[in-house]
């Protein structure tokens, strides 16, 4: 999958009588999206298009009978030829039935599932945890458990809430986050596959533009910090902005009846 680092071999060799065992995979040019994150935040449309393809490439992955078990910002790479998110650092674990392992084998604090940092049995859904809290970071630009990554593991072991969401994130994104989030296995999405076409959904998509025009749009003296809590407050507001698809020439909001296209 274009979305997931291939593998091109597996082996092992012998040094000093000790067996060694490898995974050769290509180099993928890209930076890390911890890097890019430090950096920029993305527009809410763009991360959801990108989200939505490594959503698509961790199905593929769980098709193949593994799981990842450490996906998190370090271990995605934003790829230089055309900034697709990229799946590596693959510790791979290989069942056929998708029933369950259990061990802290390749956990990071502050992104692994809390069945998988208690040690007990850790599925696909464990990798569904993990993107979630990668999710919630591209679109929020922050962790959802906190500043302090010595709290973060406390935090999602206890089943603590995640920190709010900014206001612009449309509500059905925010429900997904809130699923893929859950302290229990089963209110967990049902797969990849779900979560991918959760965030290909036209409808969220369309909201995420539109918050991506409030975001970059001129709304009186309230410029760059327009959010629907403040235009809330207002009888009228049209938003006149920037880099518009063909078709379109301005956003209007109504607290009444919502955006007009």
């Known amino acids: 999958h274009l979305n997931v680092v291939p593998i091109d071999e597996f082996g092992e060799f012998t040094f000093q009588g000790q067996i060694y ?4 995979m290509p180099l993928v040019a890209g930076e890390p999206l911890s890097a890019v994150l430090s950096k920029r935040r ?3 449309l763009d991360a959801l298009d990108r989200c939505a393809g490594l959503a698509d490439g961790i199905g593929a992955f769980h098709a193949a009978s593994q799981i990842h078990r450490d ?35 390749g956990m990071t604090p502050g992104y692994a599932a ?10 696909y859904r464990s990798d569904l945890f993990e993107f979630g809290v990668v999710l919630y970071e591209v679109l929020a630009g922050r ?21 709010a969401l900014p206001p612009i994130i449309p509500g059905d994104i925010s429900d997904l986050i809130r699923s893929l989030l859950a302290f229990r296995v089963a209110d967990r999405p049902r797969s990849a596959g779900v979560v991918a076409a ?6 969220p998509r369309r909201r995420a533009w539109i ?40 956003a209007t909001w109504r607290p009444s009846g919502g955006f007009l296209l």
């Open 143 to 163: 962790h959802p458990f906190g500043s302090s990554s010595a709290d973060r593991q406390d935090r999602i072991c206890n089943g603590a809430a995640f920190d």
């Open 211 to 250: 918050s991506d025009v409030m975001l970059g749009a001129r709304v009186g003296q309230r410029s760059e910090d327009a959010t629907r809590s403040n235009l809330a407050n207002l009888d009228l507001v049209t938003v006149e902005a920037r880099n518009l698809p063909p078709g379109f020439s301005a």
């Open 42 to 44: 993305f527009q809410l």
């Open 71 to 105: 996906i998190k910002p370090d271990n995605v790479l934003v790829r230089s030829s055309d900034g697709a998110f990229v799946l590596v650092d693959l510790d791979l674990v290989r069942y056929d039935d998708f029933t369950t392992l259990t061990g802290r084998l």
């Open 21 to 24: 065992h490898f995974v050769r």
């Open 114 to 123: 809390p069945e998988h940092a208690q040690g007990d049995n850790c599925s």
């Open 198 to 203: 959760s965030l290909h959904n036209p409808a």
